[in-house]
């Protein structure tokens, strides 16, 4: 009645700027999404995705990034045990040890039986087997 047909609503002849919201629909019409869903489904379906896409993302750095940690980890505890039996060789070799060979014995003894508790996968099992042939070696200097 007061305007003239396919001119309501218009974003000429106002004093105010547009938000990019009215700019977007002046330029393309609706929302892909509220063009087929219900507008309060159609919110709450693009705040999910604003959510989800970056979530994804995120997700999917962590878990490309999860082999290679768990790999640094397993390597890590290995070294650690080599590092035990190096300390134990050291102390045998030390001519200050020699009236603590049980003591040396027991620890050789604990850390075998680490050694032999530990499950891994068969890419690290070459690092256990290297870690087993030093403790015999220490076993028969003992």
């Known amino acids: 009645m007061f305007n003239a047909a396919g001119r309501f609503p218009a974003a000429q ?5 547009l938000s990019n919201s009215a700019i977007q ?26 959510v989800v896409i970056p979530l994804v993302g995120v997700l999917y750095s962590i878990l490309r990034f999860a082999p290679a940690l768990y790999g640094w980890a397993m390597r890590q505890h290995i070294l650690r045990l080599h590092g035990e039996l190096k300390l134990l060789e050291q102390d045998l070799g030390d001519g200050t040890a020699a009236d603590h ?9 604990q850390l075998e039986r680490r050694v032999e508790r530990m499950r891994v996968p068969v890419t690290y099992a070459p690092l256990v087997y290297n870690l087993r042939l030093p403790i015999d070696l220490v ?3 003992l």
Not at 13 to 17: A, K
Not at 101 to 109: G, V
């Open 13 to 17: 002849g106002f004093d105010l700027p």
């Open 101 to 109: 060979h049980p003591d040396l014995r027991d620890r050789l003894e």
């Open 25 to 50: 629909y002046y330029k393309s019409g609706l929302p892909l999404l509220q063009r087929y869903l219900p507008f309060e489904l159609a919110i709450l379906a693009t705040r999910l995705l604003y």
């Open 139 to 141: 076993r028969a200097r």
